[in-house]
């Protein structure tokens, strides 16, 4: 449930803006945009690029929408709304941040009723949602060279979208490390249309998280403070 406070609803709105498209999302979109709207900590020019991705979501036709948004997010490893994957990709560390995410969530007192991993940028917008301002800022600054990478990715696909991740930054309050930024930007990004090459992108070992009974529950701001790019790379693979 969202709170009173304007950010609340923003980061909820945001959250939306988000998920898979659907019907109801379309028909939601007006108060959406009115929330979106109404939010003063935004600049007026972030506000106006806002506008064309709530109209085009609440105007398009569902299954373009439907379409753009699995070429963009779920064919595309490079944008993919899972922020762990941009930086642990499927090595140990990634769980055991999983592990940690999740167990913040339930010290908070939410449970996310979705089938989408932690990680899943919606999903933790809703959690944000839920917490002190302070705290949903400082989360969304531990993550601002990823928000930042992901917006960059989208504007050069001049995709709507990117004025979300824009928007976002300017909530966080904070600017991306630009070494980072420029490591990130650096990845090859695969064809989306390629789906042979996608089949090979996407076989994957299965990730298993869960309470560890054993842990203590870590301050959030420590959580996405993790998501910088491994000082030894692995060899590079054709998924980055």
Known sequence: MMGPDVNDRTLKAFSLLLSYPTVGLQQAMPEIGGVLAAESRLTAAARRTLRPLVEALATGDIYDLEETFVMLFD????????????????????????????????????????TELPDHLPVLLEF???????????MLADAAHILAALGERLKRRESPYAAVFAALLQLSGASADQAILAELLAQPEPDPTDLEELDKIWEETEVTFGPDPNAGCPASRDLLARMDPPQTPSAPRAAE
């Open 75 to 114: 064919r595309s490893r490079s944008l993919s709304l899972n922020l762990f994957e941009h930086v642990h990709g499927e090595s140990r560390d990634r769980g055991g941040a999983m592990v940690d995410l999740l167990e913040t969530y339930r010290a908070g007192g939410y449970e996310p009723a979705t």
């Open 128 to 138: 944000l949602a839920t917490r002190p301002p302070e705290e949903a800022r400082a």
